[in-house]
T-cell receptor, first 113, second 113 residues
Framework: ETGVTQSPTHLIKTRGQQVTLRCSSQ?????VSWYQQALGQGPQFIFQ???????GRGNFPPRFSGLQFPNYSSELNVNALELDDSALYLC????????????FGPGTRLLVL | SQKIEQNSEALNIQEGKTATLTCNYT??????LQWYRQDPGRGPVFLLL?????KEKRKERLKVTFDTTLKQSLFHITASQPADSATYLC????????????FGQGTELSVKP
């Protein structure tokens, strides 16, 4: 059991809407990374937060934004949703520095219509 | 930019045989290479990590090799079981990128009884 939880499990939105996805990291973990996984593909790195500061970002537009809170939980916000944003969104937490083993949550399945 | 290739074809093997999965990458070698298992509808689960100065790593029935000359990692599951059926992802941790993981597209393994 990894201890990383995500909510909601599934979500349906329409184009142009905004969405907020949530992640609770495993106890003792101070780093959270977010990934987008399209069907049949590997996860793609969106960004990472370490002790509440953004610590690296992948090739995603600014309408993908995030936050990390003092208890190390995190949010991923996506504005102006597009059809291609339909995917499984994964959160991963790790302990100590950013390069420790990452523990993934079950993901949030987002469908944009 | 860094590219990762895993066997795109699904791998079907008989129970008891050894499964060998391949991960090839371009450009410069990562500081770390990791292997994950992912079941349908679930987040990836960490299996093994190998560092650039290590040639081989073992854990129970799992073995990973890392050849920086060939720019390749091989992942072996010995005495395979139907419960090993899943998608296996390789991920590169590029130290210069601040610890983000770059994933391959995954190889689906099916172990038949």
């Amino acid at each position: 059991e990894t201890g990383v939880t995500q909510s909601p499990t599934h979500l349906i939105k329409t184009r142009g809407q905004q969405v907020t996805l949530r992640c609770s990291s495993q106890s003792g973990h101070n780093t959270v990374s977010w990934y987008q996984q399209a069907l049949g593909q590997g996860p793609q790195f969106i960004f990472q937060y370490y002790r509440e500061e953004e610590n690296g970002r992948g090739n995603f537009p600014p309408r993908f934004s995030g936050l990390q809170f003092p208890n190390y939980s995190s949010e991923l916000n996506v504005n102006a949703l597009e059809l291609d944003d339909s995917a499984l969104y994964l959160c991963a937490s790790s302990s100590r520095g950013p390069r420790e083993t990452q523990y993934f949550g079950p993901g949030t399945r987002l469908l944009v219509l | 930019s860094q590219k990762i290739e895993q066997n795109s074809e699904a791998l079907n093997i008989q129970e008891g045989k050894t499964a060998t999965l391949t991960c090839n990458y371009t450009n410069y070698s990562p500081a770390y290479l990791q292997w994950y298992r992912q079941d349908p509808g679930r987040g990836p689960v960490f299996l093994l990590l190998i560092r650039e100065n290590e040639k081989e790593k073992r854990k129970e029935r799992l073995k990973v090799t890392f050849d920086t000359t060939l720019k390749q990692s091989l992942f072996h599951i010995t005495a395979s079981q139907p419960a090993d059926s899943a998608t296996y992802l390789c991920a590169l941790d590029m130290e210069s990128q601040g610890g983000k993981l770059i994933f391959g597209q995954g190889t689906e393994l099916s172990v038949k009884p």
